[in-house]
């Protein structure tokens, strides 16, 4: 999985918005909640469960945590580990991010992991650009 979107915001705004779990299901299409304590802030070793629109309900962790620079993740649910790791740059006008990733499969899991892997380029970059939007409007853009 590899996708770069350009965002109508800084590299900061974009990766504080983007790295804290509990903004995900504001835009990120497949997810319809997450479970993480409302007052945590996002850190390295983070942990937190997802409940997606499909009946998926991984158990995710940050991996990677370097402010402005980049923010990564895995997760897993049954035999299914996935990983994605967001690189931010600025750029005239707003900044970059790059998202990279990829999901495997154990056993039966092994082609529905590749479906949904083949899939997910195209829906990042939906989500990312979604969340564009969101981070624009909320700062009067």
Known sequence: MDATVELPVPAETAFHYLSDPRRRPE????LLSVEVPPDEEPH?????????AVGVRPHME??????VRLW????SWRGVTATLALRFSDVPGGCRVHATG?????????????AAGLLASTAIAADL????RIMAERAGR
């Open 27 to 30: 835009w990120q299409s497949s």
């Open 44 to 52: 390295l070793g983070q942990t937190w469960r997802e409940r997606t």
């Open 129 to 132: 650009r979604k969340a564009g």
């Open 102 to 114: 990829e999901v495997t499969g154990r056993g039966a899991w092994a082609f529905p992991a590749a």
């Open 72 to 75: 990564a993740e895995r997760g």
């Open 62 to 67: 940050t991996t990677d945590l370097e402010p």
